[in-house]
């Protein structure tokens, strides 16, 4: 018996993992045929002249919030992972559990209102001119700002803080543990604002590379990741801070 259920429970640990993967490879299929069809950004850029109406905004908050699962999703799997696996060990000892999926919308949902602002900020940089086109960047000097301001985050004591907390899913859990599913979806919700208050200030920097720019997504998606994975998560946020500093330095003095 023990055996079978193991074996049951790893086939669900499988099933959980494929079902990110599939989620996460939709989103940027989604991204990346727009992205080339123009079929996302068209509309908006095509309506410069006009002004964005409700439509075109609605339109471009669907975007930022695939964009958020493609980008964030990968960074969430071993938290996502983790609870499964609590999940797993209070179901077998009897104990009240709560689905996986009530978790994980927990966290969407906190990424999708980030992803919302985002949109209403590009409508606003749109509609004020700040922005080189409706999918397109910040001015030069705009840019070097937010670099700077992304580079000094790194050194934050709320970045670190918020990095503690996505570094340690199983740590995590144990603290924020609350039962039902009401309590699930509160876990996920604050494990997404953790998540959210640790990668905020470079989520901004899709400003400067152009909004919706596949190759940035890809960079900051891939950088999300590796920073809850590395060894030594403060130095590794600190030299980026650096980096970030100096290229907005740097851009200042070009330009």
Sequence with gaps: MELTMARVYSLERMLVGAVLVVLTVLAWAFMVTGDTSGDMAMPVTGAAAQGWNLHLLI??????????????????????????????????????????????AGYLVVWAGFGVMAAIAQWILH?????????????????AALLI???????????QACLNKCQSPLGFLMTEWREGLAGAFIMGARHGAFCAGCCWALMLLMFVGGVMSLIWMAGLAFYFLAEKLVPWPRLFSHATGMVLIAAGVLMIAVH
């Design 127 to 143: 509609q004020t001119s700040l922005l080189s086109s409706a999918m397109g960047h910040v001015a030069p000097l705009s840019g």
């Design 59 to 104: 339109l471009n908050v669907i975007m930022w919030g695939v964009m958020m699962v493609a980008m964030m999703l990968p960074g969430a799997a071993p938290m996502i992972m983790t609870y499964i696996r609590v999940h797993q060990r209070r179901v077998a000892s009897h104990r009240a559990v709560a689905p996986t999926w009530v978790f994980v």
């Design 149 to 159: 301001l992304a580079g000094a985050f790194q050194f934050s004591h709320l970045k």
